[in-house]
């Protein structure tokens, strides 16, 4: 049995553990974190912005974050506040500059699910993002979303109900989607 704390800013940590060094964590999770940003936000730029600020943050404080319960999910909130934030501003500056954002187009294979996965709202396009390409399990999904995990559960059934639905039907050329 694993005895666990908090640390100075409350978080779970477990005592005792023998932390993993930043870099051997960053080249297990950095490729993960950033197909799941990009997958969970449709827009590369805002990932990649996402993913360095996490990082750099975890770095800034890899003693307590690699001592913390999941350093992963961590992170993956970090990421995904960074990119929420930055979402928010940009939508700010398209209405008071009127002006559009570019369109950056999402490439191959996140593209293609990026097709089927956009048209779910965005909770459950978060939900179905952070447990199939983040791994993350139920319990982290809720941290990283400050919800509680049931509503992970019943996000991710409606989610994969709505997927199934999707996938399900036939476009009318006759061919089927494949994701």
Request: charged share 30%.
């Amino acid at each position: 049995m694993v005895a666990r704390g908090t640390d100075e800013a409350g978080q779970l940590v477990e005592l005792g553990k023998e932390p993993e060094s930043f870099d051997s964590w960053y080249a297990r999770e950095h490729p993960r974190l950033i197909a799941t940003l990009l997958l969970s936000t449709g827009d590369v730029e805002l990932a990649a912005d996402g993913v360095d600020e996490a990082f750099t943050r975890a770095l800034e404080k890899w003693d307590q974050v690699s001592m913390m319960e999941s350093p992963t999910g961590w992170a993956f909130r970090v990421a995904l506040n960074h990119a929420r934030r930055t979402a928010r501003r940009r939508t700010i500056e398209r209405r008071l500059f009127i002006k559009r954002a570019k369109d950056i187009p999402v490439p191959a294979p996140a593209g293609e699910v990026w097709q089927v996965v956009s048209s779910l709202p965005p909770r459950q396009r978060e939900v179905v993002v952070l447990r199939h390409i983040g791994d993350l399990r139920e319990a982290e999904i809720a941290e990283v979303l400050g919800i509680s995990r049931s509503t992970v559960s019943s996000t991710l059934s409606d989610a994969h109900e709505r997927l199934g639905s999707l996938l399900d039907d036939e476009p009318p050329n006759g061919e089927r989607h494949h994701v």
